[in-house]
């Protein structure tokens, strides 16, 4: 017989409602010691879940970080849980990748917790956020200034964690931990008023309940709402998103003419490392041929496209490949195949012209070994097959509407005497090219 029913049967409406949980599932408990996850172990083993709990001391307050472990222990010991444990040295993480200490702890927590569910098969990782931790996170957001997506807070399920214990308050739990006769053990880094988030708890709030007592429940309720009203409204963005596709790049034009620019470049680019002076920017872009860098992307906006590269594919330098005869090549750049390229020499009367852009046919008379592959230089000039005068790769590429990425990454192929013989698999120098008077073929083959 389960102790404090109303509660239980909250939490477990609660999982209900939004899909958090399944009795055939295997769910990992983050357990720290502190009332709100005690009572998430507690009452999601009296539901009958199949748990294993899991504890970090990360070595910030001494004794009492090596007690709070014990203290784990001996808890799920008791309950016969299975409990993980790991210790972290995390200032020395944190002085490492220059970070506060919150945020090193966070990091060491979500990656060790996602490592932990893959090794054990788990199916996702509870973790105790409650509806005061909800109210904090909206404010905090507020403060360091958001949009809707940050005034709804903390969702339920966001991918693998899932939070049972958000509709209900700190005060609801202890009232659990009461009635269970459960103790529990106090994080005393809660007490202190250098973080944002314990001013907040300490002083802020409690100033806002004096105007109002039932703000918390007031703002949750709100960010309830607008959570109803962020999910209608990136329906409506998704469908502006999907009519400005065009391929695998956006019709810039559309996105600009849309009346909602600035959104939709928000909800393209926001989530790809683009801060929001760069989405101004690129909203307010008026030129071609412009690009912006994210940690892992590249934006490029030219001939009304905006396009999405990832930063390492754009900053590949390709190199130049010595080709001393005939042959097969793997041409390769950053250690990845980019492409393999033959030649083969055949007699005229043999030659079979295939038209396709992925095989050039030059006058072996008119070439001198050996030959190189590299990407296109600046002031390279070659006459297109067809034509008489000469013009500069760029100009012909631009003639061609590349983007910036495919003429960044162009490559030719040139002689002994540097004569540009090919723009691979683009045009052939009409100056090699096979004629009537031809004997040998050299034919190449982008494979």
Not at 45 to 71: M, P, Q, T, W
Not at 150 to 157: A, D, R, S
Not at 220 to 241: K, Y
Not at 428 to 444: C, F
Request: proline content about 3%; some cysteine; aromatic content about 8%.
């Amino acid at each position: 017989m389960r102790k404090d029913n109303r509660f239980t049967d909250f939490i477990e409406n609660y999982i209900s409602r939004y899909e958090l949980l399944s009795h055939d599932g295997f769910y990992l408990i983050a357990l720290s010691g502190g009332p709100d996850s005690v009572a998430l172990l507690l009452t999601l083993k009296n539901l009958g879940y199949h748990i294993d709990a899991v504890h970090c001391n990360f070595h910030l307050r001494g004794e009492e970080s090596d007690s709070d472990e014990s203290f784990c222990v001996d808890l799920c010991k008791n309950y016969q849980i299975p409990l993980h444990r790991i210790h972290f040295d995390t200032k020395a993480y944190a002085e490492l990748h220059h970070q506060s200490i919150e945020m090193a702890a966070r990091e060491l927590r979500y990656n060790y917790f996602e490592q932990l569910r893959k090794d054990i098969q788990a199916d996702a990782i509870c973790v105790a956020h409650h509806r005061d931790d909800q109210v904090e996170t909206i404010l905090l957001n507020l403060i360091r200034g958001t949009g809707i997506k940050g005034l709804t807070g903390m969702k339920p399920k966001n991918g693998r964690i899932v939070r049972p214990f958000l509709g209900v308050s700190h005060q609801d739990i202890l009232g659990y931990l009461f009635h269970q006769h459960q103790d529990y053990v106090i994080d005393s880094t809660n007490l202190e008023r250098e973080a944002q988030r314990n001013q907040l708890r300490l002083d802020i709030i409690p100033l806002m309940e004096r105007i109002n007592p039932e703000v918390k429940a007031n703002i949750a309720r709100t960010a309830s709402i607008l959570t109803e009203v962020e999910e209608f409204t990136d329906q409506q963005i998704d469908l502006l998103i999907h009519s400005c596709l065009v391929e695998d790049s956006y019709k810039f034009s559309a996105i600009k003419n849309s009346g909602h620019s600035k959104l939709i470049l928000w909800h393209i680019l926001y989530n790809k490392g683009f801060n929001r002076q760069q989405i101004a920017e690129i909203n307010a872009c008026i030129e071609t041929n412009r690009h912006w860098l994210s940690d892992k992307y590249v934006v490029c906006v030219e001939k009304d496209r905006l396009s999405i590269i990832d930063k390492d594919k754009w900053l590949m330098e390709l190199p130049s490949m010595r080709i001393p005869e005939c042959g097969t090549y793997c041409y390769s750049a950053m250690g990845k195949d980019i492409m393999k390229l033959r030649l083969k020499e055949v007699t005229a009367d043999v030659l079979v012209i295939d038209k396709r852009p992925q095989f050039a046919f030059i006058d072996t008379a008119k070439v001198h070994f050996p030959l190189t592959i590299r990407p296109v230089k600046q002031g390279d000039r070659f006459v297109p097959f067809g034509m008489k005068g000469s013009k500069l790769v760029s100009d012909f590429m631009n003639d061609l509407k590349l983007s910036m990425i495919e003429r960044k990454h162009q490559l030719v192929v040139v002689d002994n005497h540097d004569t540009l013989l090919w723009v691979v698999g683009r045009r052939v120098d009409n100056r090699v090219a096979v004629g009537s008077e031809t004997q040998k073929v050299i034919v190449m083959e982008q494979i």
